[in-house]
C-alpha cells in the first residue's frame, strides 16, 4: 500500500499563534490528498481536499482562511490552522489514494 | 447527513470470538468499500475493502460479506485476539481521487 508520512505527531501550541502540518506520500505522485479531523471518541470527518497546483476544496462549514491548504508538489500537502484556539484542538489526518486510501498517522494538535 | 450508517457502536467479545460490524449505505453510485482499524492517537489503517462484483473477500482473519441489493456490508473477524481490540470504521466511496464517507466506528474490546 502507499506510504503516507505525516508531521508532527504531536504538537502544542500557544491559543493565536499558527501551527503547519505536513503530509508526504512518501511512494508515489499525489494529485489531490485529502485532510480529515477527528474529535476524541467520533469518526472521521472530511475538512478539505488538497489539490497540486490549484486551490483546495473546502468542506461546508470549514473556514477557508483558518485552515489554509497548500499543495505545492506532487508529494507534499500542508495544512496550517492559523490563529489557533483551543476549540481547533482536534486530531488531524491526511490521507492519499492510489487504487486504495491510505493514512497517514495523524496530528494530534492542542491549543493551550 | 450520514451516507453510511455503522452498527453496533461497541463490542465486546471473548478471546477467540468472532466480532461482525455492520455498515448499510445510501448511495447505490458508490463502488468501494473499505474497513479501517484504528488504536488510539494512531491513524486508520487499511484492512480490506470490497468492490460491488464480489459478495465476499477475505484476508487472513478477516472477511468482508457484502449485499448489493440490501445496500450493506459487514467485517467478520475469525479467531479475535485482544490485539484485535480497536475502532474500526466502514466507509464507502467511488473509484478513483475522491475522498471517503466514513461510518461512526465500532470500539472493539477483545477480552482473554
Known amino acids: 500500500g502507499a506510504v503516507v508520512s505525516q508531521h508532527p505527531s504531536r504538537v502544542i501550541c500557544k491559543s493565536g499563534t499558527s501551527v503547519k502540518i505536513e503530509c508526504r506520500s512518501l511512494?508515489?505522485?499525489?494529485?489531490?490528498m485529502f485532510w480529515y479531523r477527528q474529535f476524541p471518541k467520533q469518526s472521521l470527518m472530511l475538512m478539505a481536499t488538497s489539490n497540486e497546483g490549484s486551490k483546495a476544496t473546502y468542506e461546508q462549514g470549514v473556514e477557508k482562511d483558518k485552515f489554509l491548504i497548500n499543495h505545492a508538489s506532487l508529494t507534499l500537502s500542508t495544512l496550517t490552522v492559523t490563529s489557533a484556539h483551543p476549540e481547533d484542538s482536534s486530531f488531524y489526518i491526511c490521507a492519499t489514494v492510489n487504487t486504495e486510501a491510505f493514512f497517514g498517522q495523524g496530528t494530534r494538535l492542542t491549543v493551550v | 447527513q450520514q451516507q453510511v450508517k455503522q452498527s453496533p457502536q461497541s463490542l465486546i467479545v471473548q478471546k477467540g470470538g468472532i466480532p461482525i460490524i455492520n455498515c448499510a449505505y445510501e448511495n447505490t453510485a458508490f463502488d468501494y468499500f473499505p474497513w479501517y482499524q484504528q488504536f488510539p492517537g494512531k491513524g486508520p489503517a487499511l484492512l480490506i475493502a470490497i468492490r460491488p462484483d464480489v459478495s465476499e473477500k477475505k484476508e487472513g482473519r478477516f472477511t468482508i460479506s457484502f449485499n448489493k441489493s440490501a445496500k450493506q456490508f459487514s467485517l467478520h473477524i475469525m479467531d479475535s485476539q485482544p490485539g484485535d481490540s480497536a475502532t474500526y470504521f466502514c466507509a464507502a466511496g467511488y473509484s478513483g481521487n475522491t475522498p471517503l464517507v466514513f461510518g461512526k466506528g465500532t470500539r472493539l474490546s477483545v477480552i482473554a
Open positions: 511512494d508515489f505522485q499525489a494529485t489531490t
